[in-house]
């Protein structure tokens, strides 16, 4: 009956925003209608033409700490002027467009955003959070409409490179995630390491507020700009501090808040058309309600206590300096905006039905256990607890983790053995006192490589068969220093090819498979957190999504001693996590992945992993 009721208000809400939006469009004269127009040929001229004014795409200048740079023909640096950019913008993309009408079978031009999807593709699959094996959730995500996400969704993001016999999933373009309905946005918060200003303008609705959140400069200070460019009055550029510009701001999110709900978007790509164009990106989006009220009953719990995922969110947003970012877009617009402090998002808005769990990292040396607990691997390992997501004891924990950056930048980097035995102790629930009495009984000999973990990373071979090529392969990063080191784990790696053809890329997954052991015998826990019974366990295993590449900057790293731990942490990262259903795991796994499973053992001898300092160079 509860369920009936909630997919009854659920019902009752999208009615309501369909009913609003219909009386503004008939309110809408042709005076106002004539009025847009001319915005957009002002627009178009002024940017054209303002080769003074300051350059409209926001990324840091590469240094040596930062685990992503973008495409070179995409990114600019914080002096060129915006016509300038746009020039050479325009430049490429005819060259672009001149390489693929050459191409065999060319059918057209399209558009930054790939234009609409195919009406095949856009169903709604249900593919949803920790509940991906339940057939209620489908129902209820396609009964509200396929326009809304309020059970949450997973796919990849559109591409022009695909094959067509292997692209057959619904995927999501930005354009879509922020529906037909833009004119009724009230809000939209976004960030990501690159953000590219003039390609965003075209996409996002020109009246309502928005707040950029973006990589500091190379002093790593925290700044707010507002506007960002003459001709976006509303928007405001916001950026946290980075210790000595040390580390990324490497969270990819956006929130976009309507009348009646919040969309919340967790991308592996960045705010650039080269991500969600050219290269394979993995998003996350799922629709949150409004609450009935905001006291009472309804009233969530102290927040100083709460460890769920807006708390996790709002955690995050203090972090990133969006606090001060707000009261100056407030100031600024005079807007009834929807969100006016950062707790609104847990008073306001209804989180019940978000099941997957929120992982985030925040820079910092962490110690004590709730700090340590709210980043990195002790957040994900918090988050698998939570979930019931241990691996029982009679079995063994396989990972195979995506990535499109290696060791790149972290402070102990090239994969030491060390760091990867801390990364599976962590997430399968070992303790603290484990850890650290395993890694002292191994300080003469060393620790071993594990062997439980499989890193999935393109081969040379496979960015060469790739439909872009070489110079398709500018966001992955792997040093010839890193893959040649003495103790490198050579014989970790895995070949990471696309289901859906000759394309790269740039999403970061890792499946946590819970793996029948005949030979365990669950005497002791190991020093693990105790699993549920085997015969009462409803998870095989778990996926994580989001902007952490497998790298110690992104998942941190522990020092210290049992008594007194401490987490360092570089980067500022985010994404989701949620289980895997016990029946059927792998081939669960397997539906969610986008490479293909099992992922081919790099040959030795034979195979080598693309490594942008050797490679590029050369003539592809």
Known sequence: MEEDAELQRILELSRLEEEARVERRAQTTSENIDEEKRYTEELAMAMAMSLAQPDMTTTSTADLNSEETTPSALTSNHDGPVGQFLAERKKLEEQRLMRKRARPGYLGEESLDIGPAPAAKRRNTGLTGSSLSHDASRELSQSASTSFFWQGEIRQT??????????????????????????????????????????????????APVILVNQPGPDGKATIVHPVHP?????????????????????????????????????????????????????????VPLRRSSTGADEPPDVTTADDFP?????????????QALARN????????????????????????????????????FEGGREMGMSGHPALAKSLHALGALCPLTKDLQIECQASVTSLGSSIGNYSSAWLTEFLYSVEGKTLATWFSFKESHRRGGIPHPTDIKIVFPSLKTVEA??????????????????????????????????????????????????????????????????????????????YIGSHNFTPSA????????????????????????????????????????????????????????????HLNLTS
């Open 158 to 207: 559109a591409n022009q490179h695909a094959t067509p016999n292997k692209d057959i999933k619904p995927t999501f373009r930005l354009s879509e995630l922020l529906g037909a309905s833009m004119e009724d946005i009230k809000l939209v918060v976004l960030s990501s390491f690159c953000n590219d200003i003039s390609w965003l303008a075209g996409i996002l609705p020109r009246r």
């Open 555 to 614: 998942w941190g790293n522990l020092s210290g001693t049992a008594a007194d731990p401490i987490l360092n942490v570089m980067n500022f990262e985010m994404g989701i996590c949620f289980t895997l259903p016990s029946l059927g795991a792998d081939a669960r796994g397997s539906e969610v992945a986008c490479w293909e499973r099992p992922p081919q053992k790099y040959r030795a001898g034979a195979d080598e992993p693309w490594m942008q300092d050797k």
């Open 330 to 365: 407030l100031i600024e617009n005079q807007s009834d905006s929807p969100l006016r402090d950062i707790k609104d998002l847990r008073r306001r808005w209804d989180w019940s039905a978000v099941k997957v769990q929120l992982i985030i990292s925040v820079p910092g040396k």
């Open 466 to 543: 790739s439909v872009m090529g070489r110079q398709g392969g500018r966001s992955m990063f792997c040093r010839e220093k890193q893959w040649n080191g003495k103790t490198f784990p050579r014989h970790l790696f895995y070949d990471s090819r696309s289901k859906r053809g000759g394309i790269l890329m740039h999403s970061k997954m890792i499946l946590g498979l819970f793996v029948e052991n005949p030979n365990r015998i669950a005497t002791g826990s190991g020093g693990r957190a105790v699993a549920e019974d085997a015969s009462k366990q409803t998870t095989g295993g778990w996926c």
């Open 231 to 287: 001709d976006l009055p509303s928007w405001t550029m916001v950026s946290p501090f980075l210790r000595g510009g040390h580390g990324c701001m490497h969270m990819k999110f956006m929130l976009v808040f309507y009348p009646t709900r919040l969309r919340v978007i967790i991308p592996t790509a960045n705010f650039i058309a080269y991500d969600w164009r050219d290269i394979e990106n993995t998003v996350w989006v799922q629709d």
């Open 311 to 323: 708390s996790r969110l709002q955690y995050a947003l203090r972090k990133l300096n969006f606090a």
